[in-house]
């Protein structure tokens, strides 16, 4: 009786967890404005800032980035959440950093992220080729110009960027 009980309600826990909907959105340029903002709170503010008591309420939030080539997502990665020791030391949410197959690319596309200097051609031990970068700069403010939104790898790869809720 036990065990079947024990069953059940395992059961009914897996349906529960599982049953729950993410909502994925394409972000809107205040969302991406949000996620430039270096948010740096010192150990020794008094005052609460409105921008750090945002971001921890924006921990419930994932923030994703997707490569997009040729209508097809070749990567999909996350934007950092805050952490307590990264709200004291500065949030910096613009840099990302990933690694992309060579062999999905055409032959102009590999010429271009040859060309790139942010992208690193490496090879394994195996002999897989993969582009490679540390610190990609998603986006940054540029106060003559507003957001800028460095969402393009070459002419055929395109970055898109959500957020997935629960809803």
């Not at 921008?51 to 490569?67: D, G, M, P, R, V």
């Not at 106060?143 to 395109?158: C, R, T």
Request: glycine share 4%; aromatic share 14%.
């Amino acid at each position: 009786m036990k065990k079947i009980i024990f069953t059940l309600s395992l059961l009914a826990s897996f349906l529960f967890i599982n049953g729950q909907n993410i909502e994925k959105t394409e972000l809107n340029i205040e969302d991406l404005e949000y996620l430039q903002k270096n948010i740096n709170k010192g150990w020794s503010s008094k005052e609460p800032d409105e921008a750090l008591i945002n971001s921890t309420k924006n921990n419930l939030i994932t923030y994703q980035f997707e490569i997009v080539y040729n209508d097809t997502v070749v990567y999909r990665g996350n934007i950092d959440k805050p952490s307590f020791g990264q709200i004291t030391m500065g949030i910096y949410r613009t840099k990302v950093q990933f690694c992309l197959e060579y062999d999905v690319f055409d032959a102009e596309t590999k010429l271009e992220l040859a060309e790139n200097k942010k992208m690193k051609l490496i090879t394994t031990e195996s002999g897989n080729k993969y582009y490679y970068t540390d610190m990609y700069e998603l986006f940054e403010m540029n106060y003559k110009k507003g957001l800028i939104v460095n969402d393009a790898l070459s002419e055929k790869i395109h970055f898109k960027f959500y957020k997935l809720t629960e809803k």
